[in-house]
């Protein structure tokens, strides 16, 4: 038996020894167009970084060794430009230019695919590479060794785009990266790529999402980049990672089948429509195992499994079915291990197939053990049965060992329930008693069980907070350090004694900083009569991430910092080293504050944790007690925040700045024209980024009761202002020329023909603005108005409260 083989590295060559394992007795001829037939293609970034630094580490086999140990006739530098199926043979071109056939019993196509290289403007100028082989990687080496790089733009922020990324920026090259999506990393979701871009960004990269290149432009310093949207780039180098198209015109040419989408057609035997004709690999089209329909899947893995069985077709006849690929993949990015499996939410939707996620963040081993690092873990699943549609994951340390076990999962159709069951192996260097594949079992569980109704991120970004209550359920210092606007704070150890403040007659959305709170308040919400409690999947850590915007970096403002770090820098002081690693939000801002106030001034410390959104946060807390942030950096997935105790003078200096930032207002009218100066002057403040309070007190309490109002038991005065009282800002009278009702009504009307906002619009938009409403509790026990009266976003206080926000500002009107 005669087989031959077009194309090596990990198809080709793998199934030429598979074949041979089998028999002896077979002549097996490979052709490769290329010199080289087993290679490390996925290590060619970290060669040209630098991180490889020998190039015959890159080798697998070499022709002649594979050749000897195997004996298979192997032919480099020898393209197949043809074949005839009718006569079983192909005709091959040398590289000399020579043409010969050669026959064949059975053939496997192995020809993988080919780099895209769009046809833009001065695509074709020196210093613009693509990088699929070994022959694109020294030319890209030598190009770097022979030119002066210091810029470096890379088109496509896949995979391989960002493993070059990093290596470019390892060789000591400020990289960019452009791509057309509002991601990097297409195989993920946009809420767990949020997390990639954060990190790319504080090493360095610049981001150009959602920009499309338009052309290329030499010029002096090397080449120019111009994008669709009129922003520029400049460069030395250029590494095109736009995507990759399977290699087809062969089998075209032949008259085999191709599939729908443009691959080359297999059964499950990977037979192509030519019963003599095999295929494997890159240029392939198979279905899907989860949604059924074919699919094209570029990763070398699936391609040597390929290899194996379509050897043992070939030598015994089709006896192994291909179970197909579902896609596991996985990437370092600079600190960070992005890997994926199955599918995510945005196929799924594109799929139409129902389906529910859940969002982790958990520790990569216990969280008392040195070294624990975030682990942030998505599944996808069906909301019937529970089956596993896919996961994705981005940490640090153990992501590969979780990545394989969820796809083992999905591979044998497995659900939910299955994570649950799974043994791990458990001490504390490794994992936890809790696993974070079981926990992400545990909360899909939940789910499915209608133990926890969970609010997605877009769901609360889009929803109308007017209709909900929103609850912070963090302790009170991490509300004052950020919140989400609109957010009311009842921390969850004071959820039981304070419920009565969380109104039950409309739905209630809850959120901590990473899900477990909300959800342990959402228990006892509904335990205790409410109906309607969703909780936000994955807390404030996924939602800022998914919502805080990328900038152009034109626009991005690096943080500014007084030294770039204390080691290393003799004007430093010395600094003392507070380990927060392992310890989830708010331990590692406590364990600063804590820190700080066991300093003296002048004294710096820096804190290590492994909480992503600990700088942020460390930084506004410096902000709010004068003292002083002076640098973040991460490495190894720990993120090193230095920051400095300043002076009892300093810190009031401090205060006294953030007052000069802020208003207050007093309401103490109901008269229509000075609530609405009121919310003129509220707005325009606010806009400017000032910290704004109205307070409300006697007849300023009518400017913000609901139109709709719950039944509330009042005593006999309360009533009698009840009635006496304008029941909401729609029944408020001008001061002057009111005319018995009819000067309202034309004032109004005016308004709205004028195309300017009315009462209720603008006290909106004041709540959308941030401003905080504050109502006089005083006030409302003298006129027997009760807080379930008022707006849901309204908080009660006195007059300390209202002193408080007056010391903070250093405008105070009262109207």
Request: glycine share 10%.
């Amino acid at each position: 038996m005669k087989y031959v083989i077009v194309g090596g590295v990990a198809g080709g060559a793998t199934a030429a020894t598979r074949i041979r394992r089998n028999t002896e007795k077979a002549e097996i001829i490979l052709f490769e167009r290329g010199e080289y037939i087993s290679y490390a293609n996925c290590g060619l970034p970290y060669y040209i970084g630098g991180v490889i630094q020998e190039r015959d580490r890159l080798f697998v086999q070499t022709p002649e060794a594979f050749s000897t140990r195997f004996r298979i006739d192997v032919r480099v530098r020898s393209e197949v430009m043809a074949i005839d199926t009718a006569r079983k043979e192909v005709k091959v071109r040398t590289s000399d230019g020579k043409e010969y056939t050669e026959t064949y019993d059975k053939l496997l196509l192995s020809p993988g695919a080919s780099p895209v290289r769009p046809p833009l403007p001065g695509i074709d100028n020196e210093g613009i590479f693509t990088l699929r082989n070994v022959a694109d990687t020294d030319r890209i080496k030598t190009y770097m060794q022979s030119h002066e790089i210091k810029k470096a733009v890379i088109v496509g922020g896949g995979f391989i785009g960002l493993e070059m990324a990093e290596n470019l920026h390892h060789a000591g090259i400020e990289v960019a990266v452009v791509e057309m999506a509002d991601q990097v990393m297409g195989p993920i979701d946009f809420s767990m790529a949020a997390l990639v871009h954060g990190h790319l960004q504080q090493k360095g990269v610049k981001l150009y999402l959602k920009q499309a290149v338009e052309a290329f432009e030499k010029t002096d310093s090397g080449l120019r980049v111009k994008f669709q949207s009129g922003l520029q780039a400049e460069a030395q180098l250029v590494i095109l990672s736009i995507g990759v198209r399977a290699e087809t015109h062969l089998a075209v040419e032949a008259g085999l089948k191709l599939g729908e989408m443009k691959g080359i057609y297999v059964n499950e035997y990977l037979q192509t429509s030519d019963e003599s004709v095999y295929a494997v690999g890159d240029a392939i089209e198979y279905p899907h195992p989860i949604t059924g329909k074919p699919w094209l899947n570029f990763l070398a893995g699936p391609a040597n499994r390929q290899a194996r069985i379509v050897a043992d077709n070939m030598t015994f006849g089709n006896r192994v079915k291909y179970e197909g690929s579902i896609g596991t993949a996985i990437a370092k990015v600079f600190d960070l291990t992005v890997a994926s499996t199955g599918l995510p939410a945005k196929r799924l939707k594109v799929f139409g197939m129902p389906y529910l996620s859940a969002t982790i963040h958990s520790g990569s081993h216990a969280g008392y053990y040195p070294g624990s690092l975030q682990m942030d873990i998505k599944i996808t699943f069906s909301p019937e049965d529970g089956r596993l549609y896919g996961a994705q994951i981005v940490g640090y340390n153990g992501v590969d060992k979780r990545i394989d076990e969820y796809a083992l999962v999905i591979k044998q159709k497995g659900t939910v329930y299955d994570l649950m069951q799974l043994e791990h192996a458990y001490a504390p260097p490794f994992s936890s008693a809790k696993d974070p594949v079981a926990v992400s079992g545990y909360v899909a569980g939940n789910i499915l069980n209608g133990k926890m109704t969970p609010l997605y991120w877009r769901e609360l970004q889009q929803a109308d907070l007017t209709k909900v209550t929103l609850v912070d359920v963090r302790t009170k210092d991490e509300y004052e350090l950020g919140h989400i606007p609109g957010a009311v704070n009842v921390p969850l150890d004071e959820m039981r004694s304070r419920m009565k403040e969380i109104p039950s007659d409309k739905p209630v959305f809850l959120y901590c900083g990473v899900g477990l709170r909300g959800y342990l308040a959402s228990n006892i919400l509904k335990e205790n009569g409410y109906k309607d409690v969703r909780n936000l999947i994955g807390g404030i850590k996924t939602y800022n991430a998914a919502v805080t915007p990328v900038c152009q970096p034109e626009e991005a403002c690096a943080v500014a910092c007084s030294c770039e770090t204390a080691e290393g820098n003799s004007d430093c002081k010395k600094v003392h080293v507070v380990d927060a690693c392992g310890i989830q939000c708010p331990g590692p801002i406590l364990r600063l504050k804590k820190g700080m106030e066991e300093l003296k001034a002048g004294e710096q410390m820096e804190i290590h944790a492994t909480d992503a959104g600990f700088p942020r946060d460390a930084e506004a807390w410096c902000r709010t007690t004068g003292n002083r942030f002076l640098s973040s950096k991460s490495e190894g997935g720990i993120y090193k925040v230095v920051v400095e105790k300043a002076t009892p003078c300093a810190i009031e200096a401090s205060r006294q700045d953030v007052g000069e930032k802020g208003k207050t207002f007093i309401l103490f009218s109901d008269d229509l024209d000075k609530t609405l100066a009121t919310f003129v002057l509220a707005n325009g403040a606010a806009a400017t980024g000032k910290k704004v309070t109205i307070f409300f007190t006697f007849w300023g309490l009518n400017a913000i009761k609901k139109e709709r109002k719950p039944s509330v038991q009042k005593d006999i005065f309360g009533k009698m202002f009840g009635m006496m009282l304008p029941s909401s800002s729609r029944k408020l009278k001008l001061s002057k020329m009111n005319m018995g009702g009819m000067g309202t009504k034309m004032m109004r009307y005016i308004m709205n023909r004028k195309g300017i906002d009315s009462l209720e619009s603008l006290r909106q938009q004041a709540i959308d603005n941030g401003v905080e409403f504050i109502a006089c509790q005083m006030s409302m026990d003298v006129m027997g108005v009760k807080k379930e009266e008022l707006l849901d976003n309204v908080t009660i206080g006195g007059v300390a409260t209202y002193m408080d926000r007056a010391e903070e500002a250093n405008v105070n009107l009262f109207i």
